[in-house]
């Protein structure tokens, strides 16, 4: 006889990506050469550490740090098979889980199979077996395949049974599984409140507890909030004598799915007067190509140019109090000419993008 029993951890103690480490085994048949598929999830400048030990001894017959391994059982007895995933936030700063299985090794055909949660994948871990029938559990079709892949339309509890043979002998296991379906939304609205900016996320209350938030301000401020308190935040916006455009996302993730949105963020400028016309900044790397005028209401075309001439179309102005603004992150470093058509005049400036 031979079966798995799988144990690992989801939890998570601050804002830091927490791994999941999760593994699939195949052929475990006796005196076959069993393969060992890495499955685990959030993982972030992390390694891998596989461990086997043989009951009854403490110390490991076979260790790794590969993605995936392939390993020879040498008896028929049970074995400890431990996968570690770590992250290292620092080089003295980590989080890690282990996903640990008994596996008994046999010659004798047993149905079993795992089921990953985080995308309805199951993979087949029987021993000795080459025929398979799945039952979902949901109403849908049956499956012939080995390890089929499966869609639920809904997070609730699905009695799956799996039928494996060998052409002469059979077995039969059944699991009650559920789903995880990707529910997250990575949109936010925003509030403004002078040069304070209240960002309020439209992710599902429900769901927020179990999620990472990772906000970026524009203004090369971040947090990193993990649970509710990322739902609703607030970031205050150094005033500037311009008007300032920020380019702020929202990150989100749970232990399976991701999301990410980005907005523009418009902060006034304070004891401003606009006396002229001003195309900044020069030189710019990268956000946004402001231009302001005191004569806006004279200006009817604004035209992007590049060195050899040519109009870049492709380029949309967004209206401000004092004028417009481009974002120019997609143009290519070189020098561009800003050409300004009032009612009564025609100006260039030039810009250089870095």
């Not at 609730?156 to 077995?171: C, E, H, K, R």
């Not at 995880?180 to 996320?201: A, C, E, H, K, P």
């Not at 308190?229 to 702020?248: C, F």
């Amino acid at each position: 006889m031979c079966f798995v029993l799988s144990f690992s951890s989801f939890s998570a103690q601050d804002g830091h990506l927490i791994p999941v480490a999760n593994y699939e085994v195949s052929n475990l048949c006796f005196g076959g050469v069993a393969n060992f598929t890495n499955t685990s999830a959030n993982l972030d400048n992390h390694i891998f550490i596989w461990t086997i030990w043989q009951m009854g001894n403490s110390v490991p017959i076979y260790t790794s740090s590969a993605t995936d391994i392939s390993f020879q059982f040498p008896v028929k007895t049970s074995y400890t098979v431990q996968l570690s995933a770590i992250n290292y936030v620092t080089t003295t700063h980590s989080h890690s889980d282990d996903a640990i299985r008994t596996i008994i090794i046999d010659s004798i055909p047993v149905a079993n199979f795992s089921f990953q949660r985080c995308h309805s994948r199951f993979t087949n871990l029987s021993c000795c077996t080459n025929s398979y029938l799945w039952d979902f559990g949901d109403g849908t079709p049956t499956s012939t395949l080995t390890s089929p892949p499966h869609t639920y339309s809904a997070s609730t509890f699905y009695t799956v049974t799996l039928i494996a043979t060998n052409g002469i002998q059979s077995d039969t296991s059944t699991q009650v599984v559920f789903p995880i379906i990707d529910q997250l939304n990575g949109d936010f609205n925003i509030v403004y409140d002078v040069d304070t900016v209240r960002f309020n996320s439209l992710n599902d209350s429900t769901y927020s507890s179990y999620c990472d938030w990772e906000w970026d301000f524009g203004d090369g401020t971040t947090l990193d909030i993990f649970g509710t308190d990322g739902w609703k935040v607030k970031h205050h916006y150094q005033p500037q004598e311009r008007d300032s455009i920020y380019h702020v996302a929202l990150h989100l993730r749970d232990m399976c799915y991701e999301d990410e949105v980005e907005k523009t963020v418009l902060i006034k400028g304070i004891g401003k007067n606009v006396t002229s016309t001003y195309v900044f900044p020069s030189p710019i790397v990268h956000g946004y190509l402001n231009i302001e005028s005191n004569e806006k209401d004279k200006l009817v075309e604004i035209k992007i140019i590049d060195c050899l001439g040519k109009r870049l179309d492709n380029l949309v102005p967004t209206e401000k109090p004092y004028g417009y603004y481009f974002w120019i992150d997609s143009l290519a470093t070189g020098v561009y000419f800003v050409q300004l058509v009032f009612t009564d005049r025609v100006e260039n400036h030039k810009i250089i993008k870095e």
